[in-house]
């Protein structure tokens, strides 16, 4: 990216705020519903038995690592592949037939896939001009969704004269100009530099509040869906993992993959044995850690906390009530500057630990003992 | 001028030795490019006895209507030439790019058949295939009652042109629609635009500048091109006509020299027009991790309708190959479908008459070849890695050969070095056979140079600096890292360079003096003159056939050893 573009970027395209009242009033917001989808490449199982609601107007992420088939999942909803079982209704209406220039999803591909051969204007003008609207009205639509991403002055340009971030709003105003049903977005931020990605989400968010669109988000980035999605639908291997609220995937995650996808997790090996109230979990370095009674004497599986569950304890004191001790040796430190992060040997097994840091704290030494207090009902048990 | 602004300081930091080959080029260029071009178009600006400047020639040249009627012919050949060798284009390419097609590897070669065999040595075949009195049209009127005029003057040259040059169009069409990221169709659809719209929005403005680049080049090639009309004995159109006048009236007559002016004028507007069309418009949208059209799977009356074609076409590229093998071994072959009987006469005639033929084409090919490869090479390094001011004009100057027609380099050195007369024996300078070998290097400088250009792109510089900061010389870093790692590229230039050079023939037939000097090409031209000389001429082209077809198939080879032990197999 030329300099000049960068410079173009900041204020005050930059700063401009999506205006949505000059689009034309919305149709009513509908829902996405995807039942029973298999699909494969030949031997390659893609997706497996996928389920799926999305509401109206919800902004909705498929999140997980490349390969997962996020995209995969997001292609079949536009009609670009097809799924050797089950069906995917916009709206209650099954669209699993048609062919994608007849289903008004609107897409906005990774490469934001502008045609070089065409002027801003015409990229944004093509699907109206092919659903033969009147060319009065397709001026006046154009005009309203380049004056929404904050581009009118630019729309004589060729996209090759754009810096990536007018790129990225004019893919998005030539997708929200034909109103469509739902909006796609295939991992619209990755091409563009740390700053501009969360400015961009920002906008990209209240955009979608304000023109009340269904809109599904694919990306592999954990920060991008937490901070702007309302749920998230976790997925890897061809499976949905998990459906939640970011917060709920990151204090409930139903199962491994999920608590080390949405942040870092601390696992440890160890049994389940039943004890007086209930179930434990017994594991080297640690002091028996209650379990909820859903999990029986015997489980299989792993214990769960997250590194701010960890207390530092230098006092010598018994560990409060509901909460377990672990004993270790500092094995490195990381400065966070916010904090401090110390790796830690508890019986064999590396805990990070998160320690808060202010101006004047003492770091504590690398090979140094350590004992840490974990309060029970922050710890969850994770069969897999 | 960047010279005049030499500082001392500047001048101190330019190394002697690439200074030293920089000159030596430009000297080479200037000598065997510049001058005999740029006394050409003097001559043709200058009053045949007085020598002063005028553009009475012009006038005559635009008064005369045998010239007019050349002009018109060569304008009309290459246009039509253009819209055939697309007719054939298109549909291949469409096959490739769009669908999931076996026979796609079918089509690949049909894009290399032709290249490997220059159009004049068909020409003659074509004739006993198609003529009026060839096989088809015998077989035509013998069972339908018609024929079809395929070889009828102009229609003869279009015809042999479009089939041997359709695979410029072809591939440089392919590459394009190959370019074409798929997002690029599918936002298309995703926004409710869908087939023949689809395509006429999308697709097709997309890769409309691989088609005028492949479009372009058919043109100036036919343009140019001096044997495929001579050998048709169709006179009149602008490049024979420029030979004629120098070959029947002798080099003073001023008429050559004005329409060799007229030749690389139009070279030079065909070449703007495509840099026109294809300005801004750099086109190549391939994604990381896109790649190319959707491709389907076709059905199966689609796939009868597309082996049809594809072997329509095929058969059609392979008329004058089958053609001329026919001719080697006829006896005679006239008048009927097939010839009469078979012999093996032709190639011992060849071989006992004629082999200084071959054996003069594999030493000036193989020189010119070489010449290339180490002038590519060195421009190439002049340019892309050290800081000689002026660098670039060497790289311009050898370029502009593209636009310098056979003809016009023959003929310009005919004009510059026949005065010259050579040490010790007398003779002038343009009748010794090293001319030849200079005027055929000079022809396929710019594709030789090119292929050095990317080859050396593709050496990054940090393998240089290692070898340095380890203790190597310039020279013997290029000598040890450099050009081991561009051989792939010097290989493939030298073998394009010595396969073309092979069997070119438009400078040639300008520059050779006596028959022992002469290489195959002419040789052809000469057998192909009588009737009798048809059998050994063709037998001549089917070794010409041979030299070029494994040159091309050994580098092949070679570069693709080269290319999977170095693992860039992707």
Same mark, same amino acid.
């Given at each position: 990216m030329k300099t000049t573009d960068r410079a173009s970027e900041g204020n005050p395209i930059m700063n401009h705020q999506f205006s949505p009242a000059a689009l034309a009033p919305r149709i009513e917001s509908v829902g996405v519903d995807i039942e029973g989808v298999n699909l494969s490449y030949g031997s390659n199982h893609v997706l497996k038995d996928v389920n799926l609601a999305i509401r109206p107007g919800e902004f909705f992420a498929f999140l997980g690592p490349s390969g997962c088939g996020k995209t995969t999942l997001l292609r079949l909803i536009a009609g670009f592949n097809t799924a050797q079982q089950g069906e995917v209704r916009i709206g209650g209406r099954d669209i699993s037939v048609l062919p994608p220039h007849r289903r008004d999803v609107g897409m906005v591909f990774q490469s934001y896939a502008l045609w070089p051969h065409m002027t801003v204007r015409r990229n944004v003008a093509f699907g109206l001009e092919e659903r033969r609207v009147p060319r009065a009205e397709i001026e006046r639509r154009v005009d309203a969704a380049l004056d929404l991403v904050g581009l009118k002055h630019l729309a004589d340009r060729r996209p090759s004269q754009l810096s990536g971030g007018q790129q990225q709003r004019v893919a998005l105003a030539r997708t929200v100009v034909i109103e469509p049903k739902i909006l796609l977005l295939d991992?619209?931020?990755?091409?563009?530099?740390?700053?501009?990605?969360?400015?961009?989400?920002?906008? $990209? $968010?209240?955009?979608?509040?304000? $023109?009340?669109?269904?809109?599904?988000?694919?990306?592999?980035?954990?920060?991008?869906?937490?901070?702007?999605?309302?749920r998230i639908a976790v997925m890897d291997d061809g499976r949905v993992q998990q459906v939640g609220t970011p917060q709920d995937l990151y204090d409930h995650p139903a199962n491994l993959f999920v608590a080390g996808f949405l942040g870092t997790a601390n696992v440890l090996d160890g049994t389940v044995q039943g004890g007086d109230g209930g179930s434990v979990f017994v594991g080297a370095g640690i002091t028996p850690v209650a379990l909820p009674p859903s999990v029986a004497p015997g489980a299989a599986g792993k214990l769960m906390f997250r590194p701010q569950n960890l207390i530092i304890r230098q006092d010598g004191t018994p560990p409060a009530p509901g909460h377990a001790r672990l004993a270790g040796r500092i094995r490195h430190r990381e400065f966070l500057g916010a904090s401090i992060r110390y790796a830690v040997d508890v019986g064999g097994q590396l805990v990070q630990v998160d320690a808060p840091h202010q101006a004047g704290d003492a770091l504590l030494a690398p090979d140094a003992p350590i004992i840490l207090d974990l309060a029970a009902d922050k710890a969850r048990f994770l069969s897999r | 001028m960047t010279s005049l602004a030499l500082t001392r300081d500047r001048i101190a930091r330019v190394r002697p030795g690439p200074a030293l080959a920089a000159l030596l080029i430009a000297a080479f260029l200037l000598l065997f490019l510049v001058v005999p071009v740029v006394q050409v178009i003097f001559v043709a600006f200058q009053d045949k006895t007085t020598g002063a400047f005028t553009l009475v020639n012009f006038a005559d040249f635009f008064r005369n209507d045998l010239f007019m009627r050349s002009f018109g012919n060569s304008v009309y050949v290459s246009a039509m030439s253009v819209v055939v060798a697309s007719l054939l284009a298109l549909p291949l390419a469409y096959l490739t790019t769009r669908f999931e097609f076996r026979g796609a590897v079918l089509i690949q070669s049909l894009g290399i058949i032709p290249l490997i065999m220059p159009p004049f040595i068909g020409a003659v075949a074509m004739q006993l295939l198609f003529g009026r009195n060839g096989s088809v049209n015998l077989l035509l009127r013998d069972h339908f009652g018609f024929s079809i005029p395929f070889m009828e003057g102009l229609n003869g040259v279009i015809f042999v042109q479009s089939i041997h040059y359709f695979p410029?169009?072809?591939?440089?069409?392919?590459?394009?629609?190959?370019?074409?990221?798929?997002?690029?169709?599918?936002? %298309?659809?995703?926004?409710?635009?869908?087939?023949?719209?689809?395509?006429?929005?999308?697709?097709?403005?997309?890769? /409309?500048?691989?088609?005028?680049?492949? %479009?372009?080049?058919?043109?100036?090639?036919?343009?140019?091109?001096?044997? &495929?009309?001579?050998?048709?004995? *169709?006179?009149?159109?602008?490049?024979?006509? %420029?030979?004629?006048?120098?070959?029947?009236?002798?080099?003073?007559?001023? /008429?050559?020299?004005?329409?060799?002016?007229?030749?690389?004028?139009?070279?030079?507007?065909?070449?703007?027009?495509?840099?026109?069309? /294809?300005?801004?418009?750099?086109? %190549? &949208? *391939?994604?990381?991790?896109?790649?190319?059209?959707?491709?389907?799977?076709?059905?199966?009356?689609?796939?009868?309708?597309a082996y049809a074609v594809v072997l329509l076409i095929l058969v059609l590229v392979l008329a004058p190959h089958i053609g001329l093998g026919l001719l080697s071994f006829a006896t005679i072959w006239s008048f009927s479908p097939l010839p009469d009987a078979f012999t093996l006469k032709h190639y011992h005639t060849v071989f006992t008459e004629s082999g200084q033929y071959i054996t003069n084409t594999l030493l000036y090919a193989s020189l010119a070849a070489l010449l290339d490869v180490v002038i590519g090479t060195a421009i190439a390094y002049l340019v892309l890695r050290t800081k000689l001011p002026g660098r670039q004009w060497l790289d311009y100057v050898a370029m502009a050969a593209l636009a310098v027609p056979g003809v016009v380099l023959g003929i310009g050195y005919l004009r510059s070095f026949y005065g010259v007369p050579m040490p010790f024996s007398g003779q002038p300078l343009s009748n010794f056979w090293l001319i030849l070998v200079f005027a055929l290097a000079i022809r396929r400088l710019p594709y030789a140079l090119r292929a050095c250009t990317a080859a050396l792109q593709q050496v990054s510089s940090s393998l240089e600096e290692a070898a340095e900061n380890l203790g190597a010389t310039k020279l013997r870093t290029v000598g040890r890292i450099v050009v081991p790692l561009m051989s792939g590229g010097i290989l493939a230039g030298f073998v394009t360079s010595f396969a073309t050079a092979a069997v070119e023939l438009s400078a040639t037939i300008m520059l050779v003096h006596s028959q022992s000097d002469a290489p195959l090409a002419y040789g052809l031209y000469v057998y192909m003159q009588s009737a009798a000389g048809r059998g050994p001429g063709a037998a001549l082209g089917i070794f010409a056939v041979i030299i070029v077809g494994l040159g091309t198939y050994l580098s092949h080879v070679v570069i693709e050893r080269g290319r999977r032990e170095r693992g860039q197999d992707h």
């Open positions: 991992e619209p931020l990755s091409n563009l530099d740390a700053k501009l990605r969360v400015q961009m989400r920002q906008e $990209l $968010l209240s955009l979608q509040r304000k $023109l009340g669109l269904t809109t599904i988000f694919v990306t592999h980035d954990q920060e991008e869906a937490n901070t702007i999605c309302d | 410029f169009i072809l591939i440089n069409l392919s590459a394009s629609l190959k370019n074409i990221d798929r997002a690029m169709e599918e936002s %298309a659809q995703n926004l409710g635009c869908h087939g023949f719209r689809l395509f006429r929005r999308i697709v097709f403005p997309l890769a /409309m500048p691989g088609y005028v680049a492949g %479009a372009s080049l058919v043109f100036i090639k036919v343009f140019d091109d001096l044997g &495929t009309p001579l050998l048709l004995n *169709v006179n009149d159109m602008l490049a024979p006509q %420029a030979y004629l006048r120098i070959s029947s009236i002798g080099i003073a007559d001023p /008429m050559g020299y004005v329409i060799s002016v007229v030749l690389i004028a139009c070279s030079l507007l065909a070449l703007w027009v495509s840099a026109l069309a /294809m300005r801004g418009k750099d086109y %190549a &949208t *391939v994604q990381r991790g896109g790649g190319g059209l959707a491709r389907r799977r076709m059905k199966p009356l689609e796939l009868v309708a």
